[in-house]
């Protein structure tokens, strides 16, 4: 398997503001990652796909100018909700995998709720 | 794209009983099928999986099936205890890599 961590694991903020998210794989060298979103009782919703050194690939309906993804080395990848609004309150994953098409591991999520 | 339905959405069994939870799929380019499970407030956790290439996998107590033809595979577990109590998240990808999940069964093991 692969150990993934999340920062932080809750984050409660004033609408308008810009909250930054840390997907970090600890164990090995993340070549792909993918950030879900999830709503209560439902099931996970592919937001982006990052390769490291490239730029992040988008599902259709996820505004990538609101949703910022940089996936700048192997180990790190942040999701930057930008000008939150309270729709944006959800519970983000990322997970991580070794290529393209392998395994993917999930972090532990983070629950933002914007006011 | 690829479309994957899961069934039942709930699912109660008896502390010791079997359960099953099904899945069917659109894509017949999908070639790996994930489950995962996933407890309150935390993310998925990988359980077991399978590939296009084999028809059954098994895990302890934990089994999945695959018919290639019919576009279905199932979870099984057997002797069921409380701590199996969580949501269920089956899943099909391709080699392109974007995985599509079902809709979830939660599993509840009544003691």
């Known amino acids: 398997g692969a150990v993934v961590s999340q920062h932080p694991s809750r984050v409660i903020c004033k609408s308008g503001t810009s909250v930054k998210i840390e997907c970090r794989s600890l164990?090995?060298?993340?070549?792909?990652m993918f950030w879900y979103r999830q709503f209560p009782k439902q099931s996970l919703m592919l937001m982006a796909t990052?390769?490291?050194?490239?730029?992040?690939?988008?599902e259709q309906g996820v505004e990538k100018d609101k949703f910022l993804i940089n996936h700048a080395s192997l180990t790190l990848s942040t999701l930057t909700v930008t000008s939150a609004h309270p729709e944006d309150s959800s519970f983000y994953i990322c997970s991580v995998s070794r290529d393209f098409s392998d395994t993917q591991y999930f972090g532990p999520g983070t629950r933002l709720t914007v006011l | 794209g690829e479309n994957v339905e899961q069934h039942p959405s709930t699912l109660s069994v008896q502390e010791g009983d079997s359960a099953v939870i099904k899945c069917t799929y659109s894509d017949s380019a999908s070639n790996y099928f994930p489950w995962y499970k996933q407890e309150l407030g935390k993310g998925p956790q990988l359980i077991i999986d399978i590939r296009s290439n084999v028809g059954e996998k098994k895990d302890q107590r934990i089994a999945v099936t695959l018919n290639k033809t019919a576009k279905h595979f199932s979870l099984h577990i057997t002797e069921t205890q409380p701590e199996d109590s969580a949501v269920y998240f089956c899943?099909?990808?391709?080699?392109?890599?974007?995985?599509?999940f079902g809709d979830g069964t939660t599993l509840t093991v009544k003691p």
């Open positions: 164990d090995f060298q993340a070549t792909t």
């Open positions: 899943a099909a990808s391709t080699d392109a890599g974007k995985s599509t």
């Open positions: 990052s390769n490291e050194g490239s730029k992040a690939t988008y």
